[in-house]
C-alpha cells in the first residue's frame, strides 16, 4: 500500500512521512526525488532524507539527475567482522600506526576468521537462525542475475555471466586479465569488460589500481581484482565449508580479499574514499596495499600466518628507492595482539583491521 501511495500520489506520501525520514528501496519511486529536491531546497536543511536502495544502475542515474550538488552517496557494503559480532563499526579509517577503533576479541582466530570469510557479509548468515548456506547464496545469485543483470543491464546470455562471476571469484586478489577470462568464459573480450563493469557497478567486484609515478616506468600498471564478498565468493568457487575453505587452493587469496575489505568498509563507512593501491614491478616486487595519505604512503602486506617475519617487508624498502615519504607500515595476520617486526613496520591482528 505504502509503495503504491509513493508511487501514484508522491506529494501525498511526503505529506504523511514529513521529515527526518528514512525511505527504504527508493528506487521503486522515483518519483519521490523531484518532490524531495524541492523540499531541501526550501528548507535548506541537511539530514532531512535518508535513502537506501539495493539496485544501483537506475538508482544512482535517478539521484543523480534529480538531487546532484544535494545529496551525500555512501556506498556501503555488508557487514564487518565486529558488527556482525555487535560492536559495531569502525569510527575512523583504518590506517597503520593509529589504535584500533574496534577490538574484536578471537580467542581461536583462524576458526574465527574463515567462519566469517565463509559466512560472508549479508546479514541473514550471522543469524541464529541463519538459513542453509548454499540455499541463501543460490537465491541470492537468481535475484540478482534475473533482477538487476537481465532486466536492468541488459544482459541476455545469463549462462555466459555467471561463468564469468564464477571466474571473477575464482581469480580473488589475482592480476586481472580479462583476455584470459574470456577465453574461460567463452566470450569476446570487449563483452567481459562490459560484464566486468556490470559487477563493479552492482559492488560485486573491486579492481585496485596499481600505485605509479610518471618518472617510473617499470612498475606494472595492471588493477588487482578483488571479489568484495567472500561468502558469495566461497558458494561459487563451491567450498562447502569454512574448514575446507581454510585447507582449500583459494585460502591465502581469500584471506586477503576478506582484510582489504574489513580495510575499505574502515573507509567507505565513513563517508571516505579509499585511497588504497598496489605496488608491483618488473622485478616481481610486490606490496599488496599502499594507503596513500596526508603526502604518506603506508604500505601493508596481508598474510595469513600468526608468526610474520622481517622476510614479510622485505619488499617495503623499494619504496624509498622512489623518492617516496614512507610512513608506518604494517602486516596484518593472525597474531593474537600488536607487535613491532621493526621500527617502522608492526603486525597488526586481522580482527582490528575494521
Known amino acids: 500500500m505504502l509503495l503504491a501511495l509513493a508511487r501514484d500520489e508522491p506529494a501525498l506520501f511526503l505529506q504523511c512521512f514529513p521529515p527526518p525520514v528514512m525511505i527504504d528501496e527508493i528506487q521503486y519511486a522515483p518519483g519521490l526525488l523531484p518532490l524531495i529536491k524541492e523540499s531541501v531546497d526550501a528548507d535548506g536543511g541537511k539530514g532531512l ?12 542515474q535517478n539521484v543523480s539527475e534529480s538531487l546532484a550538488g544535494r545529496v551525500a552517496v555512501m556506498h556501503l557494503q555488508g557487514l564487518s567482522l565486529g558488527e556482525s559480532q555487535g560492536q559495531g563499526g569502525a569510527l575512523q579509517p583504518f590506517l597503520p600506526g593509529m589504535p584500533p577503533a574496534v577490538v574484536v576479541p578471537s580467542p581461536t582466530p583462524l576458526v574465527r ?7 560472508g557479509s549479508f546479514p541473514a548468515p550471522h543469524v541464529s537462525e541463519a538459513p542453509d548456506h548454499d540455499l541463501f547464496y543460490a537465491s541470492y545469485l537468481q535475484t540478482y542475475l534475473q533482477r538487476d543483470v537481465r532486466d536492468l543491464a541488459q544482459v541476455g546470455d545469463l549462462t555466459a555471466f555467471t561463468r564469468l562471476l564464477r571466474s571473477a571469484a575464482a581469480r580473488t586478489a589475482q592480476l586481472l586479465n580479462l ?10 573480450p570487449n563483452t567481459a569488460r562490459h560484464w566486468l563493469s556490470i559487477l563493479q557497478a552492482s559492488g560485486l567486484v573491486w579492481l585496485l589500481e596499481p600505485y605509479h609515478t610518471n618518472h617510473s616506468k617499470r612498475l ?3 588493477p588487482k581484482l578483488y571479489f568484495l564478498d567472500t561468502g558469495l565468493a ?4 563451491e567450498w562447502s565449508s569454512p574448514a575446507t575453505l581454510e585447507a582449500g587452493a583459494l585460502s591465502g587469496a581469500i584471506f586477503e580479499t576478506w582484510v582489504l575489505g574489513e ?14 593501491y598496489y605496488y608491483r614491478d618488473k622485478d616481481q616486487k610486490e606490496i599488496d596495499v599502499l594507503i596513500v595519505r596526508d603526502g604518506r604512503i603506508h604500505p601493508i602486506e596481508i598474510k595469513k600466518t600468526a608468526q ?16 617516496l615519504e614512507v610512513g608506518t607500515g604494517a602486516v596484518i595476520c593472525l597474531v593474537p595482539e600488536r607487535l613491532p617486526l621493526t621500527a617502522q613496520v608492526e603486525a597488526i591482528p586481522a580482527c582490528q583491521v575494521a
Not at 532524507?49 to 544512482?60: A, C, E, I, K, V
Not at 566461497?234 to 568457487?237: E, G, I, P, R, V
Open 113 to 119: 576468521m574463515f567462519e566469517h570469510i565463509w559466512r
Open 179 to 188: 583476455a584470459d577470462m574470456a577465453r574461460d568464459v567463452g566470450v569476446a
Open 234 to 237: 566461497a558458494y561459487l568457487t
Open 263 to 276: 580495510m575499505l568498509k574502515s573507509w567507505w563507512h565513513n563517508g571516505k574514499q579509499a585511497p588504497f
Open 220 to 222: 606494472v600498471k595492471t
Open 308 to 323: 610474520p617475519g622481517c622476510n614479510a617487508v622485505r619488499h617495503f624498502t623499494v619504496l624509498k628507492s622512489l623518492g
Open 49 to 60: 532524507y535518508w535513502l537506501t536502495g539495493s539496485q544501483p544502475f537506475h538508482l544512482m
